[in-house]
């Protein structure tokens, strides 16, 4: 990963053109130096925040929509799940899961809204998605 400081590193060698190699060292551990020194300062303040109880990586806005869309899904869970008899795993197994071996896991993931990782377990026949989502699996064959 670049940082946003290194095109300031080059900037600042590029006013040495023609000078010492040392001159220019000399300016790239200056801003190297800074640099560490800034990401210091971040995680330091992070670090307060935290102790503070409040992580700004964490909550907010982020949270707010995720708990919103797992509140949704659990909804529609319950709602599948008055009528059980809809809820058959060998049926997904036997009619879905052939349809979709061939499906990328990032298209599946894509479709279905689901993770890549439990989209690979549910093609590896490791898990089996919940009915209300059977749909969308089918849709991607």
Avoid at 33 to 59: C, M, N, T, W, Y
Avoid at 62 to 86: C, F, P, T, Y
Wanted: hydrophobic share 40%; with cysteine; aromatic share 8%.
């Amino acid at each position: 990963m670049k940082y946003p400081a290194t095109k300031a590193v080059w900037s600042a060698a590029s006013c040495f053109v023609g000078a010492t190699r040392s001159t220019v060292e000399t300016a790239r551990v200056s801003a190297t130096s800074k640099i560490v020194h800034f990401v210091a300062a971040v995680h330091s303040a992070l670090s307060e925040l935290r102790d503070a109880g409040q992580d700004p990586a964490h909550g907010g806005t982020a949270a707010r929509k995720r708990g919103a869309r797992i509140a949704e899904r659990l909804k529609a869970n319950m709602a599948w799940d008055r009528d059980l008899s809809q809820y058959d795993p060998e049926t997904f197994r036997r009619e879905v899961l052939p349809a979709i071996q061939d499906v990328t896991l990032s298209e599946l993931a894509r479709r279905t809204g689901l993770t890549v990782q439990y989209c690979g377990l549910v093609r590896r026949g490791l898990r089996v998605p919940h009915p209300c989502q059977w749909d969308r699996f089918t849709a991607t064959s």
